[in-house]
């Protein structure tokens, strides 16, 4: 894996990759061609991870494959949002049309995981010209609920951004005595082994003073002022055009369900269980790369 940064016009956005980019990748400089003996596939992680979520699908999926990683906005190693602003859902929807943007003018695969997988499907909705193929990992449609609730959505959300401005004038930042700490703390919260998350929490903590740190900007965890009502979520999800392999964990939501996929409004879509919770791709990698090259290979085959 290569190291990449995307220079997007308000923040950079570092990630990992199986190409070799000697510069930052910018709209002065982007990435104009590659080579077309495999498509692009963009990798998009979750709440809270980071680009190594994807680590252990690299070696099995880069002989097929360019490969591009990154870190949203506040994690990992990327820039955290401007001051005074927070982390609206729409406006990471822009962040990956950014990416996109410098990236070869080529239709190509998209692989989201949780978060990744919704802000994905939103996308393929607006720009189904650009994306060959989407591939959700546990995730689905956008997070949607009813009408009624957008006073109460509204009053929580502007009540955690209050909260948080608290916290930051009247406490120091959250450290931990080692990297061993950390790394507990995230296997206790996910339920995965050490060996599946040291990659990801050795890219999500620092250390400083003789203290660890997480990198991730605490404005994450302030509530959303605002969510879609079903029939947005809807409209999003019939707007998908491309073809769509779900990869569902075995103990991961119970609510993604392939039972509920047929009165969903998906156009072309297909769902694969395999073992393992939210994090299934960490779990069992080899699985979920074999349904994505299976999945990938007939969609070139149709092509």
């Known amino acids: ?70 870190d949203w906005p506040g994690h990992g190693w990327s820039d955290p949002r401007a001051s005074g602003n927070y982390y609206h859902f729409v406006d990471y929807v822009d962040d990956l049309h950014q990416v996109v943007s410098l990236l070869p ?28 193929g989407l591939v959700l990992i546990e995730g689905l449609a956008p997070l949607h609920e009813a009408e009624s609730k957008a ?28 990297f061993e700490q950390a790394l507990a703390l995230r296997c206790n919260v996910n339920q995965l082994t050490q060996e599946q998350l040291t990659p990801l929490v050795a890219r999500a903590t620092y250390q400083q003073g003789g203290r660890w740190y997480w990198r991730h900007d605490n404005r994450l965890r302030c509530d959303s002022l605002y969510r879609m009502a079903a029939t947005h979520a809807s409209a999003m999800v019939g707007s998908v055009a491309c073809p769509v392999l779900s990869i569902i964990g075995s103990q991961g939501y119970r609510q993604l369900k392939s039972v509920q996929l047929a009165s969903a409004g998906w156009q072309n879509i297909i769902q694969h269980e395999v073992h393992g919770g939210h994090h299934c791709h960490l779990e069992s990698p080899c699985d979920v790369a074999k349904q994505i090259l299976l999945f990938s290979s007939q969609i070139n085959e149709m092509t």
């Open 1 to 70: 894996m290569q190291q990449i940064r995307f220079q997007l016009s308000e923040l950079n956005l570092d990630g990992l990759c199986s190409l070799s980019m000697p510069q930052p990748v910018s709209a002065v400089t982007p990435i104009a061609e590659l080579p077309a003996d495999k498509p692009i596939l963009l990798m998009l992680h979750g709440w809270q991870d980071n680009a190594e979520s994807f680590s252990p699908l690299f070696p099995l999926l880069a002989e097929h494959f360019h490969l591009v990683a990154f």
């Open 105 to 132: 003018n080529r239709p190509l695969f998209i692989l989201g995981h949780s978060l990744g997988a919704l802000v994905s499907v939103c996308y393929s909705a607006a720009f189904g010209e650009r994306v060959a």
């Open 151 to 178: 006073p109460a959505r509204l009053r929580q959300g502007l009540l955690s951004r209050h909260r948080y401005r608290e916290r930051e004038t009247q406490r120091q930042q959250r450290s931990m005595a080692s």
